[in-house]
């Protein structure tokens, strides 16, 4: 596998895990307790950490591409199964 499918992939793993990790941990003013601004909507998050997000996705992302890419090697599954051949 050429180096820039590697990195392509690895984006793709990358973003959607960090839909994953979004709501992980996140909690509502009304959950914390805190005041909201004027015009805050109720599901707006109060403790949003940017970078802890960044991290966690970045971790989990790498373990998945990690596996993608051993299977990609080891040839654990197949796609011969799915073939007309």
């Known amino acids: 596998m050429p180096w820039y499918s590697a990195l ?13 990790v979004l709501p992980i941990g996140v909690r509502t003013s009304d ?3 805190e005041e909201k601004v004027p015009g805050q909507a109720d ?8 970078g802890r997000v960044i991290l966690l996705t970045t ?4 373990l998945l591409f990690g596996l993608f890419y051993l299977n990609f090697v080891y040839r654990w599954i197949e796609v011969l199964a799915f073939s007309r051949t």
């Open 8 to 20: 392509a992939i690895y984006i793709l793993f990358w973003v959607v895990c960090a839909f994953m």
């Open 31 to 33: 959950e914390l307790g």
């Open 43 to 50: 599901s707006a998050p109060a403790n949003f950490r940017p």
């Open 59 to 62: 971790a989990l992302s790498g």
